[in-house]
Nanobody
Framework: VQLVESGGGLVQPGGSLRLSCAAS????????MSWYRQAPGKERELVAT????????NYADSVKGRFTISRDNAKNTVYLQMNSLKPEDTAVYYCNARAYYVYWGQGTQVTVSS
């Protein structure tokens, strides 16, 4: 089983990034997928969730209206489009798959700074 995140980096406030998480080794289309983040000195927090079919999403209040989670079950990939980024969005972002089992990716760093 693998979850491989990509797309992180350094961006200025107000900018955008698109994270991707490529899944393998399990039946991706049957798993609920989520993005979490963890900032230095803080607990890991849930950012966004999408159900297995992609028809239902939920977001943390802090990212509503700025972030969009989506998935492509044909490509076994989940995305997080992040717009209007703020310095407080700086964190390591993790991909999570949940059904009967729970899987985590290794994380990708997002830094929002001028």
């Amino acid at each position: 089983v693998q979850l491989v995140e990509s797309g992180g980096g350094l961006v200025q406030p107000g900018g955008s990034l698109r994270l991707s998480c490529a899944a393998s080794g399990f039946t991706f289309s049957t798993y609920r997928m989520s993005w979490y983040r963890q900032a230095p000195g803080k607990e890991r927090e849930l950012v966004a969730t999408i159900n297995s079919a992609g028809g239902s999403t939920n977001y943390a209040d802090s990212v509503k209206g700025r972030f969009t989670i989506s998935r492509d079950n044909a490509k076994n990939t989940v995305y997080l489009q992040m717009n209007s980024l703020k310095p407080e969005d700086t964190a390591v972002y993790y991909c999570n798959a949940r059904a009967y089992y729970v899987y985590w990716g290794q994380g990708t760093q997002v830094t929002v700074s001028s």
